[in-house]
């Protein structure tokens, strides 16, 4: 094969025979290819100083969360829980036995398993809360014996 063969025989085309076709194509779809170039540039490629930034006068009217807020976002989730807990329920209302020590009888399926963690729930804030008084208790005992030293009672103490 020659330097002017394709591979197959036919004359491979100079670049410069194809390059006026290639560049009159694109020019005529330039405004196509061209739209996103017209459009503002994204922040990516805009150097630091031109992306705008926001008024200094809005960032220090910001509020953060506050006690309202959270009471309500509680309670968007506590009502997203009881419907999907009803919906449980109701979906599964088969009747089981149900034994306990020596007591015996016959629940909906999804009632037993509401009681179940019901009762786990119950352990856990009871364990919760005697592991919170332990430590208060602790807390106290520091706070009366770094009291009664006399050089340290004043600084580690809050004042009220």
Known sequence: MGQGDGGVGAPVPDRAESAPPQTEVPQTEAPQTEVPQTEAPSAQTLPAQTVPARPLERRSERVGPTRLSGAWTAAVGAIVLVVAMLIFILQNGREVPINFV?????????????FAAVIGA??????GAARILQLRRVAKRRTRAAAAVPGLGSSTRRKS
């Open 122 to 127: 119950l352990i856990v804030v009871v364990c």
């Open 102 to 114: 020596s007591a015996h009888g016959h629940l909906p399926l999804g009632v037993a398993l509401l």
